[in-house]
């Protein structure tokens, strides 16, 4: 178990461009998650998938981002149009099937910094 | 989703018992109540969970009084790797939606 991975690390771009981020959940996890969060703030829920399912969006999810998990495994999340607001920490997290007879416990990246200048 | 309310911040010397108080005065019954714990430039981090009276495990303990409208996380004999942002967190494990809802959490500073 190698634990939640997020490629790549550190993002620097330019206003307007577009940008995308990887995440590699563990493996056997069929939940995943989307967090971002700014300086002093805790992460903001972004969205959620079930196996490739995404089932819930936030309102934060502008039409500019739109996230991906085509085979249930590894998940994409995409920024087109970056805008200066949309720098922060994109965090990835996964959780096991099963986990509400558990803890309510979900895994995280080490996430992804994003810088748009 | 309760909201809750926790201090900005807490300093504390190194091998001190600190316990970080968090209120959720509109704690649902289905509600669970769980702490995170974030380090500078990662993830957060699962610490406990509880419902009620009183959990503990290897990392930390949490008390949680009758009227569950209040919890406390101690952190036993704190050092410096202890020093993180800890966050309270209130909701009804996930039956209604799966999302985790943060609030500014506490920043603990661990002094030698």
């Known amino acids: 178990d190698t634990g939640v991975s997020q490629d790549p690390r550190h993002k620097i771009t330019k206003r307007g461009q577009n940008v995308t981020f990887r995440c590699d959940p563990i493996?056997?996890?069929?939940?995943l998650y989307w967090y971002r969060q700014t300086l002093g703030q805790g992460p903001e829920f972004l969205t959620y998938?079930?196996?490739?399912?995404?089932?819930?969006k936030s309102r934060l999810l502008s039409d500019r981002f739109s996230a991906e998990r085509p085979k249930g495994s590894f998940s994409t999340l995409e920024i087109q149009r970056t805008e200066q607001g949309d720098s922060a920490m994109y965090l990835c997290?996964?959780?096991?099937?099963?986990?509400?007879?558990?803890?309510?416990?979900?895994?995280f990246g080490p996430g992804t910094r994003l810088t748009v200048t | 989703l309760a909201k809750t309310t926790q201090p900005i911040s807490m300093d504390s010397y190194e091998g001190q018992e600190v316990n970080i108080t968090c209120s959720h005065n509109n704690i649902a019954t289905n509600d669970y109540i769980t702490w995170y714990q974030q380090f500078p430039s990662q993830g957060p981090r699962f610490i406990i969970q509880?419902?009620?009276t009183k959990v503990t495990n290897e990392v930390a303990s949490l008390f949680i009084p009758a009227d569950r409208k209040s919890s406390t996380l101690s952190l036993p004999r704190v050092s410096l790797s202890d020093t993180a942002v800890y966050y309270c967190?209130?909701?009804?494990?996930?039956?209604?939606?799966?999302?985790?809802?943060f609030g500014t959490g506490t920043r603990l500073q661990v002094f030698p």
């Open positions: 967190l209130v909701g009804d494990l996930g039956y209604n939606t799966d999302k985790l809802i």
């Open positions: 997290a996964s959780s096991p099937p099963g986990w509400r007879d558990l803890s309510y416990e979900q895994y």
């Open positions: 493996s056997e996890h069929n939940r």
């Open positions: 509880g419902y009620k």
């Open positions: 998938f079930q196996n490739e399912a995404q089932l819930e």
